[in-house]
């Protein structure tokens, strides 16, 4: 099956923008890349509307990874990086919109992304397609708002 360009909107989506194309680490570039535009949308309409550009994301996300995935010949090829943005965006929107609240969200998260405690590792392994590509890391963020949040209630 041949490979989507560049420009095609699902590879813009999936990659998020190029970000996914960086070769080392992607899923981390792209957590990373979630943060400014997180900020933006929190600091211009509040964090419910931060929440539900993460579900949007998520949807569009099922869309643009099932396609990129399934034109690249990968169940879930590493360049796809719309699945961390989404996620850290359900976390932000969960914590308090600050410099603390951002660091213990994206450290939380990407523990979470990377170790895959059960269930996520069930999520991951039996869920296939763009949804299971996008909802591993859904599952991981709620691992990551409860990690984040105890830190917080400790620190108190």
Do not use: N
Not at 25 to 32: C, D, F, N
Not at 37 to 53: K, M, N, Q
Not at 101 to 113: K, N, Q, S, V
């Amino acid at each position: 099956m041949k490979e989507l360009g560049f420009w095609h909107p699902a590879t813009l989506i999936a990659t998020w923008f190029g970000v996914g194309l960086i070769p080392l680490a992607p899923g981390t570039w792209g957590s990373l890349a979630a943060l400014p535009f997180a900020w933006a949308i929190e600091r211009s309409f509040g964090a419910p509307a931060l929440l539900a550009a993460g579900v949007g994301v998520f949807l569009i996300g099922v869309w643009a990874t099932d396609l990129f995935a399934k034109r690249s010949g990968m169940a879930d090829p590493p360049q796809a990086c719309v699945d961390e943005v989404a996620a850290m965006w359900l976390v932000l929107a969960s914590l308090p919109q600050t410099l603390l609240g951002y660091a213990l969200g994206f450290c939380a998260f990407r523990a979470a992304d990377i170790l895959k405690p059960w269930p996520v590792s069930l999520v991951d392994r039996q869920v296939t397609g763009g949804l299971g590509i996008m909802l591993d890391d859904a599952v991981a963020a709620l691992y990551a708002i409860g990690a984040a949040r105890l830190v917080l209630w400790i620190m108190k």
